[in-house]
């Protein structure tokens, strides 16, 4: 197909794909003509992973670029490329004493090594739960560490078991790609939502069981 | 204790505390003098709640006084004091065409009553949860709202029961409120972290069990 057809069907203006193009996000059409290319569904396709990409992970052009030398290795396990699409989406945790910092990444750790789980792969994002655990000790919720995020792992496990399956179901490594990207994002809010959905439930039937009105 | 005192045990600012009591989010303390007062140990942990009702749930002043005049209800059931904080931290769901946030809401209409969760409370973030199910739609995987949904809901119903007792058992109903925006933002984040190790761990563990080489 030409630029305009790979346009209309990707919602995308000319001008930006031939800016993805020059970036090399995009790899090249087939030449038809001095002024011509030939356009097909992988480049449809990459489109809409790098539009994802920007898009939901809200990922500087760098990073996509990052993300997309991955996703065309062929020589790198899948594994490896499942984390470098995580640890673009990771944020840097913020600034803590020495001491506190520890603590919090011990009990992380002792989490982790309780379940059998290799903590090898899992650094960056690790270190955004250190920082929460921090958070949580100054504002005087030390004590969240051993009590609410046992059961989080463990929901995380079984959600995360359903979100592997279906990611690698999704077929071929770009595809893989685009579904992990966009399971991660839009997963994140999409928990935070039925969570809430489910406190409210959960306070609904205590407050009815205790004898109080719910409303 | 005077300001001075309440500032360095808060490390808020004089300027601050002055200026959230002229703006009634404070009460005023016992006046001691013509340009003098006291303030006691509730001041402190009201000041604790401001600071974390901003800082990281990100509210906007206005929404703050908002979520503190249905704390300072005592006739208000403590189910609708946890509505107030849960909705004043939800982002508003983004646009779609009607067709497809009908078909949408019908998904999570179903995954509830399926468990015969009460809809009436979760108004504000079952339309968050739709305008995800909507752009994955757009984005091609609308099955999701099928596939990988069901085991989201039943995740944070564990998640939420434990959610729910820890906050109740914080003491009193202003620890209760403070507990429930801690736990509702840092625990999005904490969870979003916990889940992104577990699908680290699991693709390693598949990719073990396939004979690929994990790293």
Redesign the interface.
Known sequence: MRISELSERSGIAVATIKYYLREGLLPPGERTGPNQASYGEQHLRRL?LVR?LIE?GGLPLATVGEVLTAVDSPDL????L??VV?DSL?TPPSAASDAEWERAAATVEAE?ARRG??PH??AP??D??TS??V??AQ?G?GD?GE???P??????????????T?A?AAGGRGDIVD?VV???V???????????????????E??KNSG????
Chains 1, 2 share one sequence.
């Open positions: 809409r994802a939901i396990p899948m594994f490896k499942l984390g995580q990771t982790m789980w290799d792969p899992s994002v690790a955004t739960l929460v655990l958070r949580l504002l919720y969240w009590t609410v995020m059961t989080y792992f463990d929901s995380a496990r079984a959600i995360a078991e359903n979100d592997v279906t690698l579904a966009v399971m991660t839009l997963g994140d809010t999409a928990l935070a939502a039925i969570r809430r959905i489910a406190q409210a439930q959960v306070s609904l205590l407050l109080e009105s719910p409303r």
